[in-house]
């Protein structure tokens, strides 16, 4: 059973950046691509950004386009979401995902089987 683990979550202030991380200890990471997805209390899990099992290929939701970057050292088995400019509305349980098939556009949930605990990320003065 594949295993995903975050972290990188914390208290920022608004503009303020983070690096979230997820790594699968153990497994042949890229097998896998990965998406990031958040959750804020009382709304759906969003998704946010993927990234193809290569690296060569990547997606963001509008939110968070030319603020986050999504990136994966497959050497380390390890998917990084580089988040600048965080805003309060950023402010969720971050969670890292996993399919070994090719998803069609990797910010919808059900595309993927292997999740993570999640990480929180609090945006906040």
């Known amino acids: 059973q594949l295993r995903l683990v975050e972290s990188g979550g914390g208290l920022v202030q608004p503009g303020g950046s983070l690096r979230l991380s997820c790594a699968a200890p153990?497994?042949?990471?890229?097998?896998?691509?990965i998406g990031w997805f958040r959750q804020a209390p009382g709304k759906e899990r969003e998704g946010v950004s993927c990234i193809s099992r290569s690296g060569g290929s990547t997606n963001y939701a509008d939110s968070v386009k030319g603020r986050f970057t999504i990136s994966r050292d497959n050497a380390k088995n390890t998917v990084y979401l580089q988040m600048y400019s965080l805003k309060v509305e950023d402010t969720a349980v971050y969670y890292c995902?996993?399919?070994?098939?090719?998803?069609?556009?990797?910010?919808?949930?059900?595309?993927?089987?292997?999740w993570g605990q999640g990480t929180q990320v609090t945006v906040s003065s």
């Open positions: 153990g497994f042949t990471f890229d097998d896998f691509a």
């Open positions: 995902a996993a399919t070994a098939r090719r998803p069609r556009d990797g910010l919808a949930s059900y595309e993927y089987v292997h």
